[in-house]
Structure formats: C-alpha cells, structure tokens
C-alpha cells in the first residue's frame, strides 16, 4: 500500500521504518523547519503543501491508500489540515500522538491554556528555563524582568534578546544532565510544551527533585480523528492488507 506520513517526530520515523520493512511504499512529508533533519526509511518530501485542500489534491493526484498525521502534538494547524485534506482525498486517515505527560501528585505544576498566559504568570525576578521551540520565544523574552536559559535544536539563527541565554541540545536527555544545567544557572521556574513521550522527559523530574516550579503549556483542542498513541496502535490502526 502506498502510505503518506505527515512527520516530524520520532514516532513518525518508527512508523516509517516499520511500515517499510513490512513491504509498504511510505512517503514521509516534513514542514521544513529543521536543518538537516533525521530521514526516516523510504521517501522524503519537504515543505508545505499550500494548506488542506493543496493536502486533499496531493493525496488523490499520488494516490495514496492511507494517510498518518504523526506530527508533533502542538502542530494544530497541521493536525487540521491533515483531517479536511484527508477527507477531500476520501483517504483512510489515523493521528499518531504521544500520550501527553501526567503531573506527579507532588510536583509544583501548573497549566496554562496558551504561551501568554504562561509568560504572564512568571513572577519578576524568575529565572526560567525555556523549553519551548523557536516559535514563541518573543512572548517569554519579553520579560525583561526575568532572566531565560533557552534551549534550542540548532544554534539561533540570529541573537536572542539580552536576558536570553541559549543553550543548544538535541534529545534524548537525561536527569543528571539536566540537574546540572539546572543547578549550573540556579533556575526558578521551567516552562515546557506537554510534549509527552521519554525524550525530554527528564527536565520535568529534575525540577521536581529540585523543587523547581513547572509551568506547562498545555496542548491545543484538536479536530476529531481516529487518534492513537503508539505505532504498533497506529499500524493497527491502519487496516493494511498483508503484502504478498
Ligand atoms: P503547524 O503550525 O501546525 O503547521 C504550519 C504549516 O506548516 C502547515 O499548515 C503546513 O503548511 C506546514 N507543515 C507542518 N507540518 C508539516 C508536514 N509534516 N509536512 C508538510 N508541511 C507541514 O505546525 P508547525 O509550524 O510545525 O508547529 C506548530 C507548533 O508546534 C509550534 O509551536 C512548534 O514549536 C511546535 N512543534 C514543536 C516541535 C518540537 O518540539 N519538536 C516540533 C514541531 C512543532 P501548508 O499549510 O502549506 O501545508
């Protein structure tokens, strides 16, 4: 079967490897936005497809069986378009989303429904680290009240605001490493994406065990999908007739 994954996370790259060596034909599509990106097996198409319906006449003109949307959690628009192009294309579609991380019961955690209000709540003074991708790094260095560690893939592409200090690191990580970064810059509050899944988890027990208030930015509201968590679920999911 011909199979078109919307990637971009770990568990995007598993499923492709899985679906390939199962004898599928994958196409993994990514936005872009990563330098030089992991490359998952089989085929790799980057950039935008011009939003949902430009999604729905790729779909139909390249024939494709099924459709995974296994883009990060917090890729609303995409997670959208993925389900109204898939629609328009009459394509089998299934959303492959990590399971969001739960708060210890003793954790210092609180939620915020947006960027903004996460930024807002940081009392004057805090010394935060930044875990939250490139995207909305202007809502928090704003602050100039407050002081930023900011974690990055790649090294910014031009200087961050002066109360911002990047540090750049790719995942998985670690609690060790992560109870030294946060000790080396003697941080308050941590701020994170509910990103789920074992990779990055470590920052949120290193700031438990240092008793480090986490401010976490909780997922969008996501438009109804056949949605799983977990590639074997996804390949399930995915109804494919045994390939000969
Ligand atoms: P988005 O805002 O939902 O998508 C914006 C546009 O990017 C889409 O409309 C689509 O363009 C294109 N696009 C996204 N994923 C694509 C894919 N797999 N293949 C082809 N085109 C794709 O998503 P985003 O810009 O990627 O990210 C939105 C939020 O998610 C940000 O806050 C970002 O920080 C977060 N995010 C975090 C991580 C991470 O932490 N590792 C990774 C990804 C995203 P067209 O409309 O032109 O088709």
Avoid at 90 to 101: K, Q, S, T
Avoid at 159 to 173: D, Q, S, W
Wanted: hydrophobic share 50%; with cysteine; charged share 20%.
């Amino acid at each position: 079967m011909k199979i078109l994954i919307l990637g971009g996370t770990a568990e995007a790259r598993m499923l492709a490897a899985r679906l390939v060596a199962l004898g599928h034909e994958v196409v993994t599509s990514l936005a872009g936005r990563t330098a030089d990106p992991l490359r998952p097996a089989g085929t790799l198409r980057v950039g935008g497809f011009g939003g949902a319906e430009a999604l729905g006449s790729f779909i139909a003109r390249e024939a494709f069986d099924r459709v995974v949307d296994a883009t990060h959690p917090y890729a609303a628009k995409m997670h959208a378009h993925a389900v109204s192009g898939a629609a328009r294309a009459d394509c089998r579609l299934v959303r492959l989303v990590r399971a969001p991380w739960q708060a210890p019961p003793d954790a210092s955690w609180v939620p915020f429904q947006s960027d903004a209000l996460a930024a807002a709540s940081l009392p004057d003074g805090a010394r935060v680290f930044l875990t939250v991708g490139q995207t909305q790094l202007a809502t928090y260095l704003e602050r100039r009240d407050c002081r930023f560690v900011v974690r990055l893939l790649a090294s910014p592409t031009h200087p961050l605001a002066a109360n911002a200090l990047p540090v750049v690191g790719r995942p998985p990580f670690d609690v060790a490493g992560e109870l030294a970064l946060l000790r080396q810059h003697a941080i308050s509050h941590l701020v994170s994406k509910n990103s789920g899944g074992a990779q990055t988890e470590a920052k949120l027990q290193a700031a438990q065990q240092l008793g480090i208030a986490i401010c976490m930015v909780e997922r969008p509201a996501l438009p109804p999908a056949h949605e799983v968590d977990t590639v074997e679920a996804a390949i399930a999911a995915l109804e494919l007739p045994p390939v000969r």
